[in-house]
């Protein structure tokens, strides 16, 4: 990292506001129901393309923030591209292996997180999995993809500005340069995530349950009791009012139902926040540690060793890819969790919270085989969702759009062999 | 996926109830899933359960 911080404030500072910023993320992400997974799998089972929208706006939004933090001289260009890191093979196979594991276990690193902090059994086996599946690729895979990382085997040698869209396209790092590429990057992002919401929305509205049509009380009220053969009357308990995933238009009434957490953040509110916790990251940590969204994939990766210290087993001793840093709490680590610190904190509030075991058994079975896949997905892609996908968006490099597409193929894998299975 | 298998094999004007206490399924997976088909919907909560009806059309 740079000789000079980019600003005068310690150490004291930035680990808190990457505190705050993990608190933010597991709180709107559970308030949103934001899921990575989920926004790319309802592509392809029910057709939305309102969440995945959100998260091209959510990239596009990323690349024009930070792009034009450092286009106009706020952060150093150095403290964008730094943590770029190299692109190859691996990118394209440990985020398709990603996609399939993560879509299996029911949850992308960051819905693991919210969703195990929220009682979800199934994410606690999520999450274990991907421990024992960080150790199996540090041991079985790490030294092979490293060998081809050092000598260039279908794999770039070098990351950093190497990687950088600005320095590959002008070869230059200069603020003009920047925001052009950011421009260039952001723009198409943002507006085909606005298109393919509004064409999911123009679906629904010629579907007859569009953005103005009613949807508590009035469209059910006549044939659903008369047809629930179950016998429980609707209207018995309280109506959601509003779903997230809804486009329509936000009124006051929703505004105080989600102050008041009576109701889901709206999917692209919820896009707003995360894309904020990112840029308090991303200044407040230029110049001091990795400032980006880590998340899970290392950090949540690395918690096997802090539960094996106690017993006097250390794998940053002598176990490959634990060998390469420290296990320290460092800012990424103190984010994470605070990440669970906020989801567990918003779903107990909201009266989300409960200890859910699923009626199936092999749900957990599932999860944990699906963890172990995402655990060695992530980091043979050397990332998540968050640390690789969105973070490399904001760093304005072109593995984030490998792993876009890897993932995608990967999502519908799984939904080929659930569609089986079910 | 067993609600939209179910749905499909659902007449026309009947009502499918689906009791779930997972939150996202009933705020974001069946209302995309109902969305997507036309099919009008209704989620409440109820304790620890929430309940959605989807109208088959």
């Given at each position: ?269 919820s896009t707003a926040l995360l894309a904020i916790a990112l840029l308090m990251v991303f200044v407040s ?60 904190t918003a779903s107990t509030l909201s009266g989300d919270f409960k200890i859910r075991v699923p009626h ?63 | ?11 026309p004007g009947k009502v499918i109830e689906v009791l779930t206490d997972h939150q996202p399924a009933a ?31």
């Open positions: 990292m740079l000789e000079h911080f980019v600003f005068s404030y310690g150490f004291v500072f930035v680990y808190a506001v990457f505190g705050i910023a993990g608190f933010i993320v597991g709180w709107v992400a559970q308030r949103g129901n934001y899921c990575f997974v989920n926004a790319m799998s309802a592509i392809f089972t029910t057709k939305s393309y309102d969440r995945f929208g959100a998260l091209l706006i959510l990239f596009g939004t990323s690349a024009l923030a930070t792009g034009g933090l450092v286009a106009f001289g706020f952060i150093p260009a150095v403290d964008q591209y730094y943590d770029n890191y190299f692109s190859g093979w691996y990118i394209i196979v440990g985020a398709l292996i990603f996609g399939f594991g993560a879509t299996m276990a029911g949850g992308c690193n960051l819905s693991m997180l919210y969703r195990a902090a929220s009682g979800y059994v199934q994410n606690w086996l999520e999450l274990f999995g991907m421990m024992l599946g960080t150790l199996i690729f540090a041991i079985a895979i790490w030294p092979t993809q490293s060998f081809t990382m050092t000598n260039g085997i279908l794999s770039t040698k070098e990351g950093a500005y190497i990687e950088y869209l600005p320095y590959d396209i002008f070869h230059s790092v200069a603020g003009w340069s920047v925001g052009i590429t950011a421009l260039a990057v952001g723009v198409p992002l943002v507006a085909i995530g606005l298109y393919l919401q509004a064409k999911t929305r123009r679906k629904w509205a010629s579907l007859g349950i569009g953005a103005s049509a009613p949807i508590v009380g009035t469209t059910m009220a006549t044939p659903a009791p008369a047809l629930n053969s179950g016998g429980l009357p609707i209207g018995g308990g309280i109506p959601m009012i509003k779903p997230s995933s809804f486009l329509g238009r936000i009124r006051t009434t929703d505004i105080k139902n989600m102050i008041l957490l009576r109701m889901p953040y709206s999917v692209n509110l940590g230029a110049g001091y540690t990795f400032n980006y969204l880590v998340i899970t994939s290392s950090d949540g990766g690395r918690f096997l060793e802090y539960i094996l210290m106690p017993f006097g087993v250390n794998l940053a001793l002598g176990t490959p890819w634990y060998n390469n840093a420290l296990a320290i709490v460092d800012p990424s680590v103190l984010m994470v969790i605070m990440l669970i610190v906020g989801a567990f199936e058994r092999k749900r957990l079975v599932i999860g944990f085989l699906g963890g172990i896949l995402v655990g060695i997905g992530v980091r043979v892609a050397l990332g998540c969702n968050i640390g690789m996908m969105w973070t490399n968006f904001a760093q304005l490099g072109y593995d984030g759009i490998l792993f876009l597409v890897s993932m995608l193929g990967g999502v519908w894998l799984a939904i080929k062999v659930q569609q089986h299975l079910v | 996926m067993t609600v939209a298998k179910r749905l499909k094999n659902l007449e705020d974001v997976t069946l209302p995309a899933l109902a969305n997507g088909l036309g099919y009008q919907f209704y989620a409440e909560r109820s304790g620890d359960l929430y309940r959605v009806y989807i109208t088959k059309q």
